[in-house]
């Protein structure tokens, strides 16, 4: 088997008024992400690596925030809509791993669940889905409480 690797990345401001969803999870919180979906980081990044790695564009391109089709629409409806092309293409995912850099709250206890909402999706086991927490030591918009960051990696496998 080949492997095709895809680095995918997301950052929104926190306002009040939103929820903060990640992975699917509703967290709680009194900021939510400023965004035209739902605006769920890990997944938008985690879109944006498997659209990397199969050579596919970006979320902006698959869901551009100027259509109103996609307003506060479920980001792991989103996934779903990748996947069925990923699977398309004759690809399937080897694994994921993300980096989430928020100050709060603490993302450790919402990851099974995160990886529970994932896993399905991506077709895969949920041990196949790093996910990592990080704060960003009090530093720029992330480190104040002001916006939230993410990273994710994807390794897709095929037949070549």
């Known amino acids: 088997m ?22 699917g999870v509703s967290l709680p919180s009194e900021l939510g992400c400023l965004a035209h979906s739902d605006g769920d980081v ?30 506060d629409i479920s980001s792991l409806e989103l996934l779903r809509r990748v996947m069925v092309e990923i699977r398309a293409a004759d690809l399937t995912v080897i694994n994921t791993d993300s980096v ?20 399905p999706l991506l077709g895969t086991e949920p041990d196949r889905i790093g996910l990592k927490a990080k704060t960003a030591e009090g530093l720029g918009e992330v480190g104040s409480g002001k916006a939230v960051a993410c990273w994710t990696v994807a390794l897709l496998g095929y037949r070549g």
Do not use: C, T
Not at 2 to 23: C, N, S
Not at 54 to 61: E, K, M, T, W
Not at 62 to 71: E, G, I, K, Q, T
């Open 100 to 119: 989430i850099v928020l100050e709060k709250p603490k993302l450790g206890p919402y990851f099974q669940a995160m990886r529970a909402n994932l896993a």
């Open 42 to 71: 890990l997944i938008h990044s985690l879109i944006d690596a498997l659209l990397g790695a199969s050579g596919r564009g970006d979320i902006g391109q698959w869901f551009p925030d100027s259509d109103p089709a996609y307003r």
């Open 2 to 23: 080949k492997i095709k690797a895809g680095l995918g990345y997301d950052l929104h401001r926190l306002v009040p008024g939103r929820k903060l969803i990640i992975g």
